[in-house]
């Protein structure tokens, strides 16, 4: 794949919308969802209040099985849906995964009864979904993982531990719960000094109690039961700190959850599927990853 997913590629997969009825929903007609453009291509999404999904098949006969819900970052304010989302979508699908890359809404109390768990309600959506529609898709039901970057990555660590938790009124009779994890320089923390603050306040409020940031720090959610999970993060990030990843490694490792971690010496933040840094590496060490795992082919 080139570094860019044009828009002829994009047309060629398939996008679902989510729900039916979404739970916890306000009317707001002013409330208009906002696409980012580079040149011709879709770059990110705000303001989403239609949550999708945007499916990349393997071609026939490459299919492993697995499939991946992809959680694009942006700070709980927008969506870096190419970089984040698309990109990955179409490097699973060469893997032999079936990616899908989830348009989920952002934190608002314009459109949201309860903006801390609405991202939630479509994470663990997207993850039923699939195991809905898994004989359509060619997927093996034990074989879900999600995907986050940044607050993408908090999201996703959040659907890996509160896959329990009755966020809506859920009828499909499937689990929520992934098998897998995979978080690049993801926010995990939502404690002061850790924290990406911006992602905070935007998931919780300005005047977030305590007891909503324990709730929301994934480092203290993790249980013998949380999903098995793969990390990348580069140390000199200075948006996200290194220490997300850091707590929330050592918390699986203590609780016996296997467990991978890659910290690049340069790479930033947002570097995405790669730019001119050691974290360059990070796809080809999660291709060794899913195969020890039996997600893609040896």
């Not at 009317?27 to 208009?32: F, I, M, N, V």
Request: glycine content about 10%; charged content about 20%; some cysteine.
């Amino acid at each position: 794949m080139g570094l860019l997913i044009s828009n002829a590629l994009l047309a060629q997969q398939k996008e679902v919308k989510l729900w039916d009825e979404i739970p916890g929903s306000i009317a707001a007609e002013d409330y208009k969802e906002e696409q980012a453009l580079d040149g011709d291509v879709v770059s990110g999404y705000s303001k989403v209040s239609e949550p999708t999904l945007t499916i990349f098949e393997p071609e026939s006969g490459k299919a492993t099985g697995t499939a991946v819900v992809i959680c694009p970052g942006g700070g709980y304010s927008h969506l870096a849906i190419n970089k984040e989302g698309y990109k990955l979508g179409a490097w699973f699908a060469e893997q032999g995964v079936t990616g899908f890359v989830l348009k989920n809404r952002l934190p608002s109390d314009a459109i949201m009864k309860d903006k801390t768990i609405g991202p939630l309600q479509d994470a663990q959506r997207a993850i039923r979904y699939v195991r809905q529609n898994a004989s359509t898709y060619g997927i093996d039901t034990s074989k879900v993982g999600i995907m986050g970057f940044s607050a993408g990555g908090h999201l996703a660590s959040t659907a890996a531990t509160h896959y329990a938790d009755h966020v809506y009124e859920s009828t499909e009779g499937v689990s929520a719960k992934p098998d897998f994890s995979m978080l690049i320089y993801p926010v995990i923390s939502l404690q002061r000094g850790i924290t990406h603050q911006g992602s905070r306040d935007n998931l919780l409020g300005k005047n977030a109690s305590q007891e909503a940031v324990y709730k929301f720090s994934g480092e203290y959610q993790v249980t013998p039961e949380t999903p098995m999970t793969f990390l990348v993060h580069a140390t000199d990030d200075g948006a996200v700190s290194v220490a997300n990843s850091i707590n929330y490694y050592l918390a699986l490792k203590d609780a016996g959850v296997p467990v991978e971690m890659h910290i690049y010496e340069d790479g930033g933040h947002g570097f995405g599927m790669g730019r001119s840094a050691t974290a360059n590496s990070w796809p080809e060490a999660l291709s060794l990853w899913l195969k020890k795992h039996d997600l893609i082919t040896k």
